[in-house]
């Protein structure tokens, strides 16, 4: 019996946790389901689960390898605490889905491990059973290198007018674009009728206002503007999306994530409505890419691309841009540069140089220039969402806990008899409207002193109010709106002279019903291709693989979209798409360097 027992040995640790797995998957997390009600596995589905587990997991357990439980423990981990968090966050704005009681904590703690459990199993065969097999057939060419590079600038051409023709279908279904709040806000600042700042950044404004100025000078007509701006972001977007799978052929990237790329570019609904939508985030997300382009050139052609005058300049041109786009891109380039410097370490004067001369640029645009202009810079209340947010849910959870001078000090600074009233967990916005700059610029010590003496007595606030501000870019299950399909309109003063209207010049009911798909969050698998959260994941799986494997030079191309990461934590909205949508433009480049190429 002994005997059996030990070369069983395997199988049987496989099932028992295989069983435990699949018991601690169904338990219901709700506060309110007592611990013996919180089962519902009376399905054959779940027997089906268990001997898939436990053949997966008798596979797992043969891994032994060090480094590879170490790296994938962490990551587990790591994510195991996204969806339990999450999941209390989501579902009741606060932590009690964790520390309600006793009976949530043991549920929480139960589920976590069969969660880890899951996670674990399904990264170990990802990395030993696909990525790691990729790696073994990397694509090369022996083809003379003048001929290879013809073909593929052939290539880069019909792709790009493929992707452009996929593309049209939408423009015309949506014609002349989609335009919201933001938009008009621009297209009213370059015709007058409001005053020009700095809120929405200014070269992307002007382009706008050259665009609808185009449009009135030919056909004076503001609808025939917003075309115009729809055709160019559109041919901007697919030459980008184009330029990137041309730049992975140049790298011989495996032919298979190339061909997942262009499905991914040309057929996932979310590009082409991004591509006539008029929207700072969408020509930043490509400025993104191009950057993160720029950098796997510098990771893979090190001293071609620091000795080279026109790969410096292109890279300084997308860097500037990168920045001018989205006020957050100088945040991206700050936390990418020690990275930069360490990998560029033998020639980091010349680096350094390079990095700092957008930056200057960048310096003299949004200060002097917008001085001589008269433009008023951004308040700084837009970076102050999860604060103001904390001191917010302190004051109306703790309101009688705190004493007379912190309760007027916080609405000194948040200008508002009952906050109550105006607060949202999930949307700083309302609370950013009450806050009283003048006041917070004369006194800044003051703010930082009480915001820090308030997290020592109510940590626990601090994070259920940060949590809530960020948890749909790190919880996958969350959903919340991802585009917009309107032209906006509202009564405001400042949008009479706006004479814009949506007039489709084709009603596409396949386009409308294929676009749906993207607010069906209740289709399995396909859910998650829209899920902000899944991506987040997903970047963070090949992040650790990069560790897993040694490829710390990758971290080079990743550190820019973490940081970018790391901003949205601090946003305004709890799940803006938009937001992080340099995320899933440069996804593909992130997947293609760390399991595609190979310099050999």
Known sequence: MLDVLKKNKSNIIACLLSLFCVVALNINLDKNVGFLYSFDGNSYVYVCLFILFSLILRKVLEYREKRLIVCVSILSFMLVCFEIIGYSIYNYTDLSGIFYSKITLLKCFLKGIGDFLLIYSTVVILYKKIFCKFEKHICGSQQNEKIKNKKMLKQFFIIWVVMFILYIPYFLTYFPGILTYDSMNQISQTLGNLELAAHHPLVHTLIVGMCIKLGILLFNSQTVGVAIYSILQMLFMTGVFSYAIYYMGKKNINIFIRIVTFVFFAF?????????????????????????????????????????????????????????????????????????????????????????????????????????????????????????????????????????????????????????????????????????????????????????????????????????????????????????????????????????????????????????????????????????????????????????????????????????????????????????????????????????????
């Open 268 to 600: 996932n609904p979310i590009m082409p409505i991004y591509a006539i939508t008029m929207w700072k985030d969408i020509p930043f997300a490509l400025m993104m890419l191009l950057f993160i382009i720029c950098l796997s050139e510098l990771i893979t052609n090190k001293e071609r691309f620091i000795t080279s005058i026109s790969k410096n300049v292109i890279f300084i041109i997308v860097t500037l841009f990168m920045m001018l786009f989205r006020n957050n891109g100088i945040y991206v380039l700050y936390l990418s540069i020690p990275f930069i410097l360490w990998f560029s370490r033998k020639h980091w004067k010349r680096m350094l140089l390079i990095l700092i001369i957008p930056i200057i640029i960048y310096k003299i645009i949004n200060g002097p220039l917008l001085l001589v202009l008269n433009i008023d810079k951004p308040s700084v209340k837009e970076a102050l969402s999860v604060p103001l947010q904390q001191l917010a849910r302190v004051e109306i959870n703790k309101g009688d806990q705190l004493t007379k001078e912190e309760y007027d000090q916080i609405h000194k600074f948040i200008k508002c008899d009952d906050i109550s009233k105006i607060y949202l967990t999930w949307l700083s916005d309302p609370i950013k409207e009450s806050f009283d700059v003048e006041y917070f610029n004369e006194n800044k010590l003051e703010f930082v002193k009480l915001w820090t003496s308030l997290f020592f007595k109510y940590p626990v606030q601090y994070f259920e109010a940060f949590f809530c501000n960020n948890v749909g870019y790190w919880y996958p299950e969350l959903s919340y709106r991802v585009v917009e399909r309107t032209v906006y309109k509202s009564d405001r003063e400042w949008e009479k002279g706006l004479n814009i209207t949506a007039n489709p010049i084709i009603d596409s009911k396949l386009v409308r019903y294929y676009d749906s798909f993207i607010e069906r969050r209740q289709i399995p698998i396909l859910s998650m291709v829209f899920s902000i959260g899944s991506n987040v994941w997903l970047m963070f799986i090949l992040l650790i693989y990069n560790v897993y494997k040694k490829k710390y030079i990758n971290f080079v191309i990743f550190i820019p979209i973490i940081a970018l990461w790391l901003t949205t934590l601090a946003s305004p909205v709890y799940a803006e798409y938009r937001y992080i949508y340099s995320l899933f433009t440069c996804l593909p480049i992130l997947l293609a360097f760390s399991i595609g190429y190979s310099k050999e």
